[in-house]
């Protein structure tokens, strides 16, 4: 089993900055490719990004294309925690925000293939 923690969420200003956290504890934290997900009200839950495990090819990310030049995902695996930078916030960023663990090392942008879930973090975009 594998327990996360979502933190840092909160309300920001268009155009401005959050960054999400997500501690997570239990099993080996470096073997589990990670997920960021959100939902916003009225709609279903939609992938954000993903990070693979380190290889010796190095560590693999994909991002959804509404968040691709703005949003970055990384891990430290010395600190069992997943993170979120959101530069250039939008209105349309407004949701609750996910992080999301599955039982293998390589990505997946389909929620489904994701074994552990976090309660999630609101993030609200407004001026």
């Not at 389909?110 to 999630?120: A, N, R, V």
């Amino acid at each position: 089993q594998v327990q996360l923690l979502e933190s840092g969420g909160g309300l920001v200003q268009p155009g401005g900055s959050l960054r999400l956290s997500c501690a997570a504890s239990g099993r080996t934290f470096s073997n589990y490719a990670m997920g960021w997900f959100r939902q916003a009200p009225g709609k279903e839950r939609e992938f954000v990004a993903t990070i693979g495990v380190i290889s010796w090819s190095g560590i693999s990310s994909y991002y959804a294309d509404s968040v691709k030049g703005r949003f970055t995902i990384s891990r430290d695996n010395a600190k069992n925690t997943l993170y979120l930078q959101m530069n250039s916030l939008k209105p349309e960023d407004t949701a609750v925000y996910y992080c999301a663990a599955r039982d293998y090392g390589t990505t997946s942008m389909s929620s489904q293939e994701y074994h552990y879930w976090g309660q999630g973090t609101q993030v609200t975009v407004s001026s």
